[in-house]
Nanobody, 126 residues
Framework: VQLQAYGGGLVQAGGSLRLSCAASGFTLDYYTIGWFRQAPGKEREGVSCISSSGGRTFYAGSVKGRFTISRDNAKNTVYLQMNSLKPEDTAVYYC????????????????????WGQGTQVTVSS
């Protein structure tokens, strides 16, 4: 059971990147998937989350309106489209899976997530 996040890179402020979270060894269909990030010297924080059906999505206030989470269960992949990137978005981004139905008060609670992928670095230059 593995998750792999990829798609990071170096981009100028105002640019876009699309991160992907792919699963191997299990299907994502029944899992909530969350994206988290950790900037140097800071704690890891929740960025976005999508329910197993894709019908419920949640975003951190700092990315709302700029990032879009989506999933393609046929491809066993969850995406994070990041637009209008800012230098403060620089971080290592992780995806994680959860069997907990996400709600607004706890979608970013890391205790709900059981499997984590390795991170992908996103660097936004000013």
């Amino acid at each position: 059971v593995q998750l792999q996040a990829y798609g990071g890179g170096l981009v100028q402020a105002g640019g876009s990147l699309r991160l992907s979270c792919a699963a191997s060894g299990f299907t994502l269909d029944y899992y909530t998937i969350g994206w988290f990030r950790q900037a140097p010297g800071k704690e890891r924080e929740g960025v976005s989350c999508i329910s197993s059906s894709g019908g419920r999505t949640f975003y951190a206030g700092s990315v709302k309106g700029r990032f879009t989470i989506s999933r393609d269960n046929a491809k066993n992949t969850v995406y994070l489209q990041m637009n209008s990137l800012k230098p403060e978005d620089t971080a290592v981004y992780y995806c994680a899976s959860s069997r907990v139905r996400p709600i607004s008060s706890s979608w970013s609670d890391e205790d709900n997530y059981v499997s984590w992928g390795q991170g992908t670095q996103v660097t936004v230059s000013s």
